[in-house]
């Protein structure tokens, strides 16, 4: 089936952001240190803004949201089972562990953007809602992928991770019924706003196609890559219809599905002496073709 026109259009600014955040990074030389300060400022400060606001606003149905929940847990899941076949190509440990992490982790920016762009708030919440479960079980796996190589305290860091804390934060003022002064919800709404196109353009310069290894080496980044963008969204795509599912939470769940690597991949791999080169290779053209494939999945849908 061809991709909407229509659903790839409304898409295309938030990947033109994307492209614009890779040209600047370019064009105008501001060097990584400024590049780094504004993921941080994303990371710890807007995104985190934009989750728990969203979140506050919406209306959660939880009975309605345990499918959407379900299929992405099972999509991640088969996705990690999937990866596991990367150690079948001659490559070594190190460069296995480092990859693995790119068959399931998701850039959590991309899908609230593209959540929010399809249905607004309630999409955002809804993603933030997936978002916020998924995480601890995606970097769990992760670093005990590459746990061989030395990493402590993980469970310190999910404890610390800004994006579950306003996931929880805001489900509880959801649940609890806190209204915000006017002055202080739109402070958060303004937050949010710039959350977005700080966040897209913080992708784009983080993109890196520069590739490194030889033959096995290439395979197996291209397995990784189809586990990621073809395999994980086609079981997700598959129990929607299982389920039944429709409208926001079926679009969610596979957007979710179909989201690249995160850029915390990277970081993780370089921290704890992995393949740094190849898992940002991987990210970077898994963030590309995302601009082609999620639109042609939610065509699919």
Request: hydrophobic share 60%; charged share 10%; with cysteine.
């Amino acid at each position: 089936m061809p991709v909407d026109a229509a659903l790839a259009l409304a898409l295309l600014p938030d990947f033109a952001l994307i492209l614009l955040g890779a040209a600047l990074r370019r064009i105008l030389h501001l060097g990584d240190h400024f590049w780094s300060g504004l993921e941080k400022l994303v990371y710890y400060v807007l995104f985190p803004a934009l989750l728990f606001g969203g979140l506050l606003k919406a209306r959660i149905e939880w009975s309605a949201a345990a499918p959407m929940l379900a299929v992405a847990g099972a999509a991640m899941g088969g996705a990690m089972l999937l990866g596991l076949a990367a150690r079948l190509f001659a490559i070594t440990p190190v460069s296995f562990a480092s990859q693995y992490q790119c068959a399931f982790r998701f850039n959590s920016y991309i899908g609230l953007a593209v959540a929010g762009t399809l249905y607004g708030i309630p999409g955002i919440a809804a993603m933030g809602i997936v978002i916020g479960l998924m995480v601890p079980p995606a970097n769990l796996a992760a670093v005990w992928m590459l746990a061989r190589h030395g990493e402590a305290g993980v469970w310190r860091e999910l404890a610390r991770n800004p994006l579950i804390l306003a996931t929880l934060a805001g489900m509880a003022a959801n649940l609890g019924g806190l209204e915000l002064p006017a002055v202080l919800a739109k402070f958060l709404g303004r937050l949010g706003d710039a959350a977005v196109v700080l966040g897209l353009l913080a992708v784009g310069a983080g993109l890196r196609i520069v590739g490194a290894g030889g033959t096995a080496t290439h395979a197996a980044a291209a397995y990784v890559l189809l586990v990621k963008l073809v395999a994980m969204p086609a079981i997700a795509l598959l129990l929607i219809r299982a389920f039944g599912l429709s409208g926001l939470h079926a679009d969610v769940a596979l957007v979710f599905a179909a989201l690249p690597a995160a850029s915390s991949a990277y970081i993780l791999a370089q921290r704890m002496g992995g393949d740094g080169a190849r898992v940002a290779w991987l990210i970077s053209a898994g963030t590309l073709a995302s601009m082609l494939s999620i639109p042609l999945w939610l065509g699919l849908r």
